[in-house]
């Protein structure tokens, strides 16, 4: 039988903070507890933003809490030409478009309008008119070296994957705190045409994710309420790309003393800085208050949180 695989996927564009503490220790802990693997992934995908230090910062961090992961850690650095192949195959089923409008067009495109459509990460959606351009004044364009995105076309999309799916609906599996499985339904349809391809980066989070959580052998996603709206996007790709579903558990987040997501840039402690103040990793443990969903009485649903 396939042992269960949990993993840690930090971006080293910053040092590590309770929160991440958090998601490292529910992955770690839950492996632990129904003896599956636990993996470290590097997501490292936007290169002006990785730091060398901060890639080293995790794994002192993570060391000094107690965990332990398997080798090798994966970087997605190196796995560029993995997601330009999915990109092929998303283009080739005609599911994909480039699209050249720049952050200040969209602004200035929808500043009228109080609520416009936005992706999972808060970015605006541009208008219609500003998304796609004819194919003639697509190859004009490129020829002057203008760089373009990669956008999926969301209804496109949702008929292919309904197509896969043989009508049943597009969901995905949630282990709950009471340690049940909830199966959800995904909308993906509200997050419009998001971008799969970056300008300035040969894929995106949500390509990457979903890539490498297969490629590492992935069967239970566990990260904070802030990427619940992301899996949307991600059950869509899976089914588009025929990946595997992995389950999932969305821990609720640590919320600094102004009731908001705790952050570095907010000026939260990092777990270096509580290291530096001489507390003990016991102290964070304390202090986060980790609570991993419910153990289950054995039933079928249990069964397929461990396999
Ligand atoms: N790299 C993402 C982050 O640091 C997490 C990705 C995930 O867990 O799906 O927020």
């Known amino acids: 039988m396939r042992k269960p695989?949990?993993?840690?996927?930090?971006?080293?564009?910053?040092?590590?903070?309770?929160?991440?503490?958090?998601?490292?220790?529910?992955?770690?802990?839950?492996?632990?507890?129904?003896?599956?693997?636990?993996?470290?992934?590097?997501?490292?995908?936007?290169?002006?933003?990785?730091?060398?230090?901060?890639?080293?910062?995790?794994?002192?961090?993570?060391?000094?809490?107690g965990l332990m992961w398997e080798q090798p850690v994966l970087r997605q650095s190196t796995?560029?030409?993995?997601?330009?192949?999915?990109?092929?195959?998303?283009?080739?089923?005609?599911?994909?478009?480039?699209?050249?409008?720049?952050?200040?067009?969209?602004?200035?495109?929808?500043a009228d309008d109080p609520d416009p459509t936005r992706d999972p990460d808060g970015v605006t959606l541009p208008p219609p008119a500003l998304r796609r351009v004819s194919s003639r004044e697509f190859e004009l364009r490129r020829a002057t070296g203008e760089p373009y995105s990669l956008r999926l076309d969301m209804p496109r999309a949702i008929a292919a994957a309904n197509a896969k799916?043989?009508?049943?609906?597009?969901?995905?599996?949630?282990?709950?705190?009471?340690?049940?499985?909830?199966?959800?339904?995904?909308?993906?349809?509200?997050?419009?045409?998001?971008?799969?391809?970056?300008?300035?980066?040969?894929?995106?989070?949500?390509?990457?994710?979903?890539?490498?959580?297969?490629?590492?052998?992935?069967?239970?996603?566990?990260?904070?309420?802030?990427?619940?709206?992301?899996?949307?996007?991600?059950?869509?790709?899976?089914?588009?790309?025929g990946l595997p579903e992995p389950l999932y558990h969305h821990h609720a987040l640590l919320l600094g003393p102004g009731g908001t997501k705790l952050s570095k840039s907010a000026g939260d402690r990092s777990i270096a800085d509580h290291r530096a103040a001489g507390h003990t990793p016991e102290d964070l443990k304390l202090q986060i208050g980790i609570t991993l969903p419910q153990e289950s009485s054995p039933s079928k649903d249990n069964i397929s949180v461990l396999n």
């Open 165 to 241: 799916l043989n009508g049943a609906p597009l969901t995905f599996r949630e282990i709950t705190p009471a340690g049940t499985i909830e199966t959800r339904t995904c909308r993906p349809d509200r997050w419009g045409d998001c971008i799969i391809r970056r300008k300035d980066i040969p894929a995106s989070y949500h390509l990457a994710v979903v890539i490498d959580d297969a490629t590492q052998g992935i069967t239970h996603v566990t990260r904070g309420l802030d990427l619940l709206a992301a899996t949307d996007i991600h059950r869509l790709l899976q089914v588009l790309l």
């Open 5 to 65: 695989a949990f993993r840690f996927a930090p971006s080293p564009n910053g040092a590590l903070h309770l929160g991440h503490a958090l998601s490292a220790l529910t992955g770690s802990l839950m492996a632990q507890r129904c003896g599956g693997r636990f993996l470290l992934r590097i997501e490292d995908i936007d290169l002006t933003r990785t730091r060398e230090q901060h890639v080293a910062g995790i794994v002192d961090d993570l060391r000094w809490l």
């Open 79 to 110: 796995r560029f030409q993995a997601y330009t192949a999915a990109l092929k195959q998303l283009s080739a089923a005609d599911l994909i478009y480039p699209c050249f409008a720049t952050r200040s067009q969209i602004q200035a495109a929808v």
